[in-house]
């Protein structure tokens, strides 16, 4: 019942579409030009299109447990590869959520099999802002402040991407954006990540280009 409603939804919102444009599928169909990367929680609640106003055509998505960058991902690595290569996004964006429960299992000992090691980077984020975390005393706060520090540490690791440096060096682009949704008010929020600044601060240890 639940798998034939989807299909119900799906021919109405067909219909809609179409009322408004009768093209809409056959200009959908000749290919995808979007601005942005979306890098987001697999969250249910977190979408990545309809939170932003997004129409299909718009967002390059990529979602996993925490909105995590892991250099040896393979998938993440070939997604951000193909938006900065090919399509050429303009903006890439990280958005955490709070309430995110990844955070939340990193937060606390939880032996979770298969996603220990995938949230064993989330306890590196912890362990790099320990001191910072750790003179929060009100444990909400804390666990927001782990999902905003856990969204900068993941724009911080596309900064050292190779094929992103490339693209800085010959044409500025793309831009990072540090985001949270917050689940609880419908908002985003702007970290204001200022990947300039912070690409600078360690570009002379993850800096791939010599002279530059
Ligand atoms: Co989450």
């Not at 932003?52 to 909105?67: C, D, E, K, S």
């Amino acid at each position: 019942m639940e798998i034939k409603r989807i299909f119900e939804n799906n021919e109405k919102w067909v219909q809609e579409k179409l009322a408004l444009d009768p093209d809409y599928f056959i200009n959908l169909s000749k290919g995808q030009n979007p601005n942005f990367l979306y890098i987001g929680c697999s969250d249910s609640r977190a979408t990545a299109e309809e939170l932003m106003g997004m129409q299909p055509g718009q967002v390059f998505v990529h979602r996993n447990i925490a909105n995590s960058v892991v250099s040896i991902d393979n998938n993440v690595n070939a997604v951000i590869q193909y938006a900065v290569e090919v399509l050429k996004v303009k903006h890439i964006i990280v958005c955490g959520h709070y309430e995110c429960g990844g955070v939340l299992a990193a937060l606390n000992s939880s032996d979770l099999g298969q996603i220990n090691s995938w949230l064993s980077h989330l306890r590196d984020v912890y362990r790099i802002h320990r001191k910072e975390l750790e003179a929060i005393t009100a444990e909400k706060k804390r666990f927001d402040r782990l999902v905003e520090l856990n969204v900068i540490e993941q724009c911080i690791n596309i900064t050292k991407i190779d094929h992103v440096q490339r693209s800085w060096y010959s044409h500025s682009l793309p831009k990072i954006h540090g985001w949270v949704f917050d689940v609880r008010s419908g908002r985003l929020i702007d970290l204001k990540f200022d990947m300039e600044r912070e690409f600078n601060s360690i570009k002379s240890i993850y800096g791939l280009m010599p002279g530059k």
